[in-house]
């Protein structure tokens, strides 16, 4: 069935090219002191409405366990979800990784299960178009693998999204091509580009995924996390509570390098996992399943930040020179490796945003049970990563020792101008005990009060939050182009779950597609918006959340201010200032073009 991709609307707006400036760095705040409950905040606004129900979206990860009882740890981890405007329409549509189980006499074979496309219909309707869209299997019929994370950019840069799942025994790379060639507006599917692309070897387990352009020539390249080195030849028997067989943790188990591969320009990528500076794997080293990639020293180059379970985490510093990638690792002299005691935890899910307003990309990360997740805040000068622990005072101690948290990210849900957070939790483990017994936990909304605190305002999350579930990875994207940001958690063994942003009526907001020239990657890309001494600062990220991947458009909460001055800086360092922009709506942005468009659609 061919996919229709339809025109969008545009009015063209002439915005004048102006200067740029730089924020001063905030005051160092206290590294220590109690952890503090966060404040429950009774219900008066739900910021969400489930809409599973009503959107056609009928789809559940499946990790095995219901096939055999193996309690294996490749059953833990679950699978994310992605956001992307596939066809061009302007409407954001959903991929959904499908997991596996297990297969055989001895029920020890290890298959994966279908993933799903499904289009966005508008009016927050959907319609699965997996088939259509080349995706019910991989090349020449070939089964899906047990898969885990999506991944999405236009890794040939010809305008259009390209997908990367990831998975056990690999990733397959699927390339955006027209319906049919002879008929460009037919509409879009994708084709299997894995061995083409080079991605057909030597990759164990992979988990989440990021792309960016680490080298400054424009293509985005791949990071690839990768977990443990499990099989059933690596497959003890645990019991937690000496007579209850469960899940292995993840420190019975060594950790599997993790890979980068450079984008050649020529369609391919090339393995530089070793040449470029990458941990290698070992009992108490890597263990992947988080990153994102941001810019966090402000020299311009995007930064690689690694979510590792057990084991400390990493942040390369990108020291890339044109055509050869440099990565050097300053996890724990910028004090982002461990918690503020100094211990490496459970690493789950990854975010990067500027919750405190300081112009500069925090780091919060989500652990395992009795552990802080994370809050990094950002003093970085060029060439110099430094971070200090900020959950304690920011008043979020107590969140992490409740839940296991996993998928995540920075978002306005109240239009305020403050960044506020999300977590879907799930027990990694069948049979818990102690403060978190129940493997099936609730989500968390954490409300940001000006930067100072942030307060649980879970109770406002809507009628999703009224069960516990089993969360695991979480997309965070503007479905129904309204400037309120929507949510796409999956679960294990349950239906995915659609939730609409609605809890903002009354503040203002502004949205942004930002487009470098030629197709390039994007990421690396920031965008400052000032109005009556204010300022906010937005990023276009790789990655980010767990094992998903979210709408790169930037959206900005302006509460009641409806004017103000926006700068955009772009991956080669180029500066645009734009004034006299409408609010409440999105504006398309090209690098060096001096107009901007009324909308949001496909490259052109």
């Not at 979206?57 to 981890?77: M, P, R, T, W």
Request: aromatic residues 10%; proline residues 6%; charged residues 20%.
């Amino acid at each position: 069935m061919p996919l229709k991709m339809t025109r969008w609307g545009q009015l063209l707006i002439f915005l004048g090219i102006l200067g740029c400036s730089r924020a001063k760095p905030p005051e160092i705040a206290p590294e220590t002191g109690p952890v503090i409950a966060a404040v429950t905040v009774e219900p008066e606004v739900a910021y969400f409405k489930d809409e599973t129900t009503d959107s056609g979206v009928v789809f559940s990860y499946q990790n095995g366990e219901k096939s055999a009882d193996h309690y294996s740890i490749l059953e833990s981890l679950g699978g994310g979800a992605g956001v992307l405007d596939f066809d061009g329409d302007g409407l954001l549509d959903l991929f959904l990784p499908g997991g596996g189980g297990f297969a055989g006499a001895d029920k020890k074979t290890i298959v994966g299960y279908p993933c799903a496309l499904f289009r966005n219909l508008g009016a927050n309707k959907f319609q699965e178009v997996t088939a259509a869209a080349g995706l019910q299997s991989l090349a020449g019929g070939k089964p899906w693998f047990y898969s885990h994370g999506v991944a999405v950019a236009d890794y040939d840069r010809d305008g259009w999204p390209d997908l990367l799942v990831t998975g056990w025994g690999g990733v397959a790379l699927f390339r955006n091509v027209p319906f049919d060639p002879a008929h460009p507006g037919a509409g879009r599917r994708y084709e299997d580009a894995t061995e083409k692309a080079g991605l057909s070897q030597g990759i164990t387990w992979a988990t989440s995924a990021a792309f960016a352009d680490l080298d400054g020539d424009g293509y985005p390249d791949l990071y690839l996390c990768q977990y443990v080195d499990w099989s059933w030849l690596k497959h003890p028997l645990c019991h937690y509570d000496g007579k209850t067989p469960d899940v292995c943790p993840p420190k019975n188990f060594d950790g599997l390098a993790h890979k980068l591969f450079r984008n050649t320009g020529q369609g391919k990528f090339s393995d530089v996992s070793q040449e470029s500076g990458l941990r290698p794997g070992g009992p108490n080293q890597s263990k992947g399943l988080g990153v994102v990639i941001v810019d966090v020293d402000g020299d311009g180059k995007p930064d690689i930040y690694v979510a590792n379970d057990t084991v400390d985490n990493f942040l390369y510093l990108n020291v890339s020179k044109p055509g050869a990638i440099r990565l050097d690792e300053r996890g724990l002299v910028s004090a982002v490796a461990r918690d503020d005691r100094g211990n490496p935890n459970g690493s789950m899910g990854v975010a990067a945003g500027d919750p405190l307003r300081s112009g500069k990309p925090a780091l919060w990360v989500t652990n395992y049970e009795n552990e802080l997740h994370m809050l990094y805040r950002n003093y970085s000068t060029p060439g110099r990563p430094v971070f200090n622990p900020y959950s304690i005072a920011a008043g979020i101690g107590a969140i992490g020792q409740k839940f296991v948290g996993w998928g995540t990210g920075f978002l306005d849900v109240d239009h305020d101008g403050w960044e506020d957070l999300f977590v879907a939790n799930g027990h990694a483990i069948r049979h818990p005990a102690g403060k978190s017994a129940n493997r099936w936990q609730h989500p968390v909304l954490l409300l940001n009060k000006n930067g100072q605190k942030f307060r649980d305002a879970s109770q406002q999350i809507g009628d999703y939050s009224t069960a516990p579930r089993l969360g695991r990875g979480v997309a965070f994207g503007d479905l129904d182009n309204d400037g309120h940001t929507d949510l796409v958690i999956s679960h294990l063994n349950e239906p995915v779950a659609l939730l609409r942003g609605v809890g903002a009526q009354g503040n203002h907001w502004l949205g942004l597609q930002l487009e470098a020239q030629g197709h390039a990657c994007s990421v690396g890309a920031k965008a400052v918006w000032e109005a009556n001494g204010q300022r906010q600062t937005r990023f276009v990220m790789g990655g980010g959340s767990y094992a998903s991947s979210s709408d790169r458009r930037l959206l900005f909460g302006l509460g009641q201010e409806a004017s103000g001055l926006l700068t955009v800086t772009w991956p080669n360092g180029t500066v645009q200032k734009f004034a006299n922009l409408m609010v409440d709506r999105y504006y398309r942005m090209v690098e060096g073009s001096p107009q901007a468009e009324i909308g949001t659609g496909p490259r052109k």
